[in-house]
């Protein structure tokens, strides 16, 4: 059943994480409620403790700080760069110009997300990240780079990819409900499928695919493009929180399309999770009961990722002390 609730948002779900030092840095939402049950309807989303994600996918921008900074000479040892990442499902080219400056963002496409980055990415990045940047190592610090799902997050990870419930819990849990397990279908705080829409402010807007065939200014096909004509030549990435109406209950954009995001889930025993959907999927990828899996050595132009840290207690000790109501239609 559904129904129509104001609720009380705790500021602790939406309070900025001050960001790391250093040259990348992020926007991070505080996750509280530790200790929250599960989704009874997938068994997922239950955390014990505190912890922050990152408001938005890693963008481009970002990981070519980190490309310029683990790989000054372009040499590319480590795989991190993928030459697909130029063409028009990227945003990222390697130049050939001075070392340390060979990788550049894409005009334009700076701050949408980075794709075609494989888990083994995701875990170099925020190994380096866990390193304090710059010339900080990638083989060792959150994860011992290993065969792709043998690593174990170390205990005492400043950064890491967010496992499949902490991913999940920033998505779909309604924050407001404190430790109960309530959440929504879809990572804008609602059980109603989103509209496949350009970015605004419209609380049901993400970017994906959906052709409901009527000639209305949205459901027309592709979110940017707005047709169903495959767009080839035409950016179909939205900058990260690009949609400022659509964030879920702890203040996270894009959690629904625009990129599927990996999470530390081993799957299948030779897989990792992915979740959320993406420009080019229905809404079937959106929901909170998809879940979806790839090689760690996957690459593709709708696979990107988020990173999370641990908050920093000035974020719990806002959120303690106020709360705002939120307008917002859950599952029950």
């Known amino acids: 059943m559904i129904r ?21 840095s992020f926007d991070f939402a505080t996750v509280g409620n530790a200790g929250n049950a599960a989704d009874p309807q997938t068994g997922f989303g239950a955390v014990s403790y505190n912890y922050a994600i990152s408001k938005h996918e890693v963008t481009n921008a970002q990981y070519t ?15 991190l760069y993928n030459p697909s990442m130029s063409g028009n499902f990227g945003g990222i080219e390697n130049t050939g110009a001075t070392d340390g400056a060979r990788y550049i963002a894409q005009a334009g496409r700076e701050q949408n997300p980075v794709t075609f980055v ?14 304090g940047q710059g010339s900080g190592g990638t083989e060792t610090g959150a994860y011992a780079i290993g065969s792709g799902v043998d690593e174990v997050r170390s205990a005492d990870a400043k950064f890491w990819v967010p496992s499949e419930d902490e991913w999940y819990k920033a998505a779909y849990h309604d924050a407001s409900a404190g430790t109960a397990g309530v959440y929504f279908d879809y990572a804008t705080g609602s059980d109603s499928v989103p509209v496949s829409d350009q970015p605004g402010d419209d609380p049901g807007a993400v970017n994906y695919f959906n052709n409901d065939g009527a000639a209305n200014g949205f459901n027309d096909g592709y979110a940017v493009s707005g047709s169903t004509s495959f767009p080839s030549s035409t950016n179909r990435f939205t900058d990260v929180g690009a949609y400022t109406g659509a964030a879920s209950p702890y203040g996270t954009f894009d959690q629904n399309g625009n990129v599927w995001e990996w999470n530390e889930a081993v799957i299948s025993s030779s897989f990792r999770g992915l ?58």
């Not at 309070?15 to 250093?22: F, I, S």
């Not at 700080?65 to 795989?79: C, I, K, M, Q, R």
């Open 118 to 131: 494989s888990f083994f990415d995701a875990m170099r990045f925020t190994n380096w990240l866990h390193n």
């Open 4 to 24: 129509t609730l104001i609720l009380p948002l705790l500021l602790a779900a939406v309070a900025g994480v001050p960001a790391a030092a250093g040259t990348v």
């Open 275 to 332: 979740r959320g959907g993406s420009w080019y999927n229905s809404s079937s990828g959106l929901r909170a009961a998809d879940r979806v899996s790839g090689n760690p050595t996957l690459e593709f132009g709708i696979v990107g990722f988020r990173v999370a840290t641990v908050p920093e207690p000035s974020s719990l000790l806002i959120g303690a002390l106020a709360a705002v109501g939120l307008l917002l239609r859950r599952r029950v």
């Open 65 to 79: 700080e980190f490309l310029n900074a683990v790989d000054p000479t372009g040499a590319n040892s480590l795989a």
